[in-house]
Nanobody, 129 residues
Framework: VQLQASGGGLVQAGGSLRLSCVVSGSNWDRISIGWFRQSPGREREGVSCISSFRSGDHTFTADHLKGRFTISRDNTRNTVYLQMNSLKPEDTAVYYC?????????????????????WGQGTLVTVSS
C-alpha cells in the first residue's frame, strides 16, 4: 500500500484546508485510512480515521477536533480527504495519512499510531494568527 498526501499550506486562523490522501496498491476496499499530525516538540497524535469500504466507511475523529475536522472517502478515486475548518494556530503540524486494518487504525488513531504499518509522506499545515 502506498499513500500520497497533499493539500497542506499556509492559511490564516479561521481559514480552511482540505488534505488529500491518494492510496495505491491492493486492498483498497479492505483498509482503513487515518490522519495523524505532529507538531514540533510534541508527540504524534491521531486526528481522524475512516474504516474500510467493506465495513461501511465508519468514521472517528478526536473529540477536541470534532465539529472542525471531517474525514471522507471517495472510493472511485481511492482518495481520502480531511476537511479542516476554523483552523487555529495550534493546528499547525505535519499531517500524515496512514493505512492499516480497521482494528489497527481505530485503536491507533486514539494514540500516536505506532502500530500502523503504512504511512505516506507528511504535508505541512501552517496556521498563522
Amino acid at each position: 500500500v502506498q499513500l500520497q498526501a497533499s493539500g497542506g499550506g499556509l492559511v490564516q486562523a479561521g481559514g480552511s484546508l482540505r488534505l488529500s490522501c491518494v492510496v495505491s496498491g491492493s486492498n483498497w476496499d479492505r483498509i482503513s485510512i487515518g490522519w495523524f499530525r505532529q507538531s514540533p516538540g510534541r508527540e504524534r497524535e491521531g486526528v481522524s480515521c475512516i474504516s474500510s469500504f467493506r465495513s461501511g466507511d465508519h468514521t472517528f475523529t478526536a473529540d477536541h477536533l470534532k465539529g472542525r475536522f471531517t474525514i471522507s472517502r471517495d472510493n472511485t478515486r481511492n482518495t481520502v480527504y480531511l476537511q479542516m475548518n476554523s483552523l487555529k494556530p495550534e493546528d499547525t503540524a505535519v499531517y500524515y495519512c496512514a493505512a492499516d486494518s480497521d482494528y489497527t487504525l481505530l485503536t491507533s488513531v486514539k494514540g500516536s499510531g505506532n502500530s500502523v504499518r503504512f504511512w505516506g509522506q507528511g504535508t505541512l499545515v501552517t496556521v498563522s494568527s
